[in-house]
């Protein structure tokens, strides 16, 4: 049974078909989309695709957006389901004042982190670091409760709004340096440590609830460049939200979510 996971985002859709609706399925194809291309997919990435029997994602993107994609999985005249984020699900509870108004990309990352700390055989808290267009930053206790999280600006709102609010500061993006001596190295610099400083904050607040130290995961399309200026162990983990997307799958259709076996003769 194929199945095929999206994940659309502020400036991308990106997808992934796999041979079935489970946690370690099958990678068949894979691809991403920018929003203002998404009407080639049909005709496009698509068009030589077996056909999926179920279609889940997560959108942040909104109901224009959403309405673009369904309109091109109609050519194999299958209904997609999208995840809102609620009280709970796939084992993950939800500590959000609002559970609804939690942005399900968020909740999607930390369904596939807290089956990723379930199959390193022991319970523990998790902190889950998605580094995009926004950066956000949550926690998860060692019994599954999303506590709750941060929001902060990505490297490019911050040096969009320095760039609009302080005048004659129009420069490239430099590198991170430990003491920056110009300024596009102090940019980048301040951006990226400010992002590590909310990590290392978030972590410190986790450990000294749970009394264990957090496992801390980073995924999202900058998240490469940011991992390796983390002043903490932090592993990449570069499709956490179609991991997330495999395990909401595979409780919500639970009939069909083992591979075939083969009979003996």
Known sequence: MNFLALDVGNTRLKWALYDGHRAGARLMAHGAQFL???????EGDWRELPVPEKVLGCIVA????KRRVNEQLEMWDVSPQWVVSGSGEAGLVNGYDHPARLGSDRWVAMIGARQKVLQ??????????????AVTVEAIDHEGRFLGGIILPGHGIMLRALE???AGLHVPTGEVRDFPTNTSDALTSGGTFAIAGA???????LE???????WVVMTGGAGWKMAPSMSIPCELVENLIFDGLLEIAQHRWPGAAQPPVSAER
């Open 62 to 65: 909104g109901d224009a957006v």
């Open 164 to 166: 609009s609010g302080t």
């Open 120 to 133: 390193q055989g022991s319970e523990r808290p998790c902190v889950v670091v998605m580094v995009g267009t």
């Open 208 to 214: 000294r609830h749970c009394g264990q130290t957090p």
């Open 36 to 42: 203002e291309n998404i009407e080639k997919l049909a």
């Open 199 to 205: 990590v290392r904050r978030m972590v410190d607040n």
